[in-house]
């Protein structure tokens, strides 16, 4: 502003002064004047322009500011995540580490009673003589002993009373339950399928619920067994191991098992009492 007011108090100066001055002189007067003229348009547009860029380049910053915050809680929220992340897999490996120790102590404990289980075992098939081996069945199964007695060793046909040829044996059986005495002892009973009715058997069911009392009873006030760890079962012709088409057949269903089970405290408490992972 103060640049065109100068021009025109010039304009008006060489207009009043035109009389005073040569041609020559108005003419470079003029020239002067359409110069500044012209550089003023050129400053105002170039000014024009620096402004257009100025807000440009302020809008541009503005832009540049709210993509820089996005960016930073973009940052943020992913290193909160990582963070969680990070604490969710360490509780994920403590969890596993814990379920490891667990299964390597049931191993353990399967283990010892595996053992001891076949430590039972030989120690009792040592024990018999070959004629016994005969009529006396040693396996271990799923961790568990078992000795079947065949029928006709321990009884006369149809009754429930313990021969004296059986007595022998059973004294064997009973010193090794003596030995293992964190042992539990079940004793079952079982027939054929021939039914049988007497004034004091209605059934197979009496039979084989009686022959398996005479055994623990004979355990118990023969050999000393504590009561406390034995059962006894019948399970009349329910549980055959073989067909009873034959005869061989049937001898075979005409059994006394002794079920010898370890009671290992430990490995049942493992199973009932997993351990617990850490909380974080």
């Known amino acids: 502003m103060k640049t065109r007011n100068c021009l025109i108090a010039l304009f008006v100066l060489s207009v009043s002064l035109g009389s005073c001055v040569s041609n020559k002189k108005y003419a470079q007067l003029q020239n002067d004047y359409n110069t500044t003229r012209e550089s003023l348009i050129e400053c105002n547009a170039e000014g024009r322009n620096l402004k257009s860029q100025l807000e440009s380049a302020q809008k541009s910053n503005v832009e540049l500011r709210n993509g820089l915050a996005s960016l930073k809680s973009t940052l943020d929220q992913s290193m909160n995540q990582n963070l969680q992340g990070s604490v969710n897999i360490a509780k994920l490996v403590d969890e596993v580490n814990a379920s490891n120790k667990y299964i390597k102590q049931l191993v353990d404990a399967k283990s010892k009673s595996d053992s001891l289980n076949i430590a039972l075992t030989n120690k009792l ?16 199964l799923k961790g568990v002993v078992y000795i079947s007695l065949a029928d006709n060793m321990l009884f006369k046909s149809g009754s429930y009373e313990i021969s004296s040829r059986a007595m022998e044996t059973l004294s064997k059986i009973a010193k090794i339950i003596k030995d293992y005495d964190d042992y539990d002892v079940l004793v079952e009973g079982n027939t054929d399928n021939v039914p049988i009715s007497r004034t004091n058997i209605r059934n197979n069911w009496d039979l084989s619920a009686l022959r398996a009392s005479s055994v623990v009873q004979c355990l118990q006030n023969d050999f000393g067994i504590n009561p406390s760890r034995l059962s006894a079962a019948g399970r009349g012709e329910f549980n055959p191991i073989s067909d009873n088409d034959t005869e061989v057949g049937k001898q075979r269903n005409r059994r006394t098992e002794i079920i010898i089970t370890p009671k290992l405290d430990q490995f049942l408490d493992l199973i009932d009492h997993a351990p617990e992972s850490e909380q974080k």
């Open 125 to 140: 098939t040592r024990s018999l003589s070959n004629e016994e081996l005969k009529d006396v069945d040693v396996k271990v």
